[in-house]
């Protein structure tokens, strides 16, 4: 896929720095998500319809299916079928919300117009976030979606402290999609590249987030001035993940439950997971190391996974 200056360069498309010690390498990009399923059909037949991705490959390990669709041979969410699972709540620790990042106005108008009008699709909102553009939708077991195009970094503006400055203003969908929607593109979505940009999170406590997400995986706070949210990327992005506590303050560690099951975060090489396995020793924070990734828990129970690359279609079954 090509970058262009509407999207987060991916860890193929940039040359890789010297590894730093305390922060991840700016090549740092995020992977597909997996989530956690109580009816796998419904749940597949939502992503292929309402956001133009097709199923991948499948597999059964340990009495479950795990599922990957995506676009093109691009993983971008895996569903692994756990029916006996409670459903989402809303007030816990957990997804706030997946972030899918498109090339095109073209390619977001198309994708929302395909959520838009799918039966099981909800509708929540859309937003100019000044950084970027965003419509909001909610899938049939209570996982936030968001669909975004960024504008080019030289749009982007920062406060004196160096903070990326970032906004909700209104943004009107019908305009948009009268706008930019193209039928020829509407008629070939799938065929439209997309990546997952960002994952945005429910935790329980901000201060702690960022000890976490920050100070031990090792991503830099890019605002952290807004109420109950940190933001936080590499490489001067305006944010691959964000912590929230608007709907979980104060929550404690997740339950078993459907919903968010793993985050993925790629990283260029070997010597960046290490330089994390130091500063998760350091943080004295358990994790699991396979040589290509690297496996922890946050404060909340919310897996994260920091691997060497784009995972591949297999890569993505085997997490």
């Known amino acids: 896929m090509t970058t262009t200056p509407n999207q987060a360069p991916t860890s193929t498309d940039r040359q890789t720095p010297a590894v730093d010690e305390k922060r991840l390498s700016a090549a740092t990009g995020m992977d597909a998500v997996t ?24 597999t059964s390990r340990d009495g479950e299916v795990h599922r990957v669709l995506g676009r093109g041979t691009t993983p971008l969410v ?18 706030f919300h997946t972030a899918f990042l498109f090339d095109t106005k073209e390619a977001l108008a198309a994708t929302v117009a395909h959520a838009a009008q ?15 553009q965003a419509f909001y939708f909610t899938d049939p077991e209570g996982n936030g979606i968001e669909l975004y195009i960024d504008r080019a970094r030289s749009e982007w503006t920062h406060s004196l402290d160096g903070e990326v400055q970032m906004d909700t203003l209104y943004l009107d969908p019908n305009r948009f999609l009268e706008r930019h929607l193209n039928q020829d593109v509407l008629a070939n979505t799938a065929a439209e590249p997309g990546i997952v ?3 945005h999170l429910q935790v329980g406590n901000i201060p702690r987030a960022r000890e976490f997400y920050v100070d031990a995986l090792g991503f830099e706070p890019s605002l952290s001035s807004m109420p109950g949210v940190l933001f936080a990327a590499a490489g001067g992005y305006h944010h691959h993940v964000a912590m929230n506590t608007w709907n979980s303050r104060g929550a404690g560690p997740r339950a078993a439950s459907l919903g968010l099951g793993d985050v993925a975060i790629t990283v260029p090489g070997r010597e960046d997971l290490d330089a994390l396995v130091a500063r998760l020793r350091a943080h004295s924070l358990d994790f699991a190391d396979d040589g290509r990734s690297v496996r922890v828990v946050d404060p909340w129970g919310t897996q994260v996974t920091l691997a060497t690359g784009t995972s591949s279609i297999d890569e993505t079954l085997a997490r």
């Open 35 to 58: 989530l956690r399923v109580g009816d796998l059909e419904k749940m597949s037949n939502y992503y292929s319809n309402a956001l133009a991705m097709g199923p991948l490959e499948e």
């Open 118 to 132: 799918n039966t099981n699709s909800t509708f929540v909102g859309s937003s100019d976030h000044l950084v970027s």
């Open 197 to 199: 940009g960002h994952v």
């Open 78 to 95: 895996k569903l692994v079928a756990t029916p006996g699972l409670p459903g989402v709540d809303p007030k816990q620790a957990g997804l």
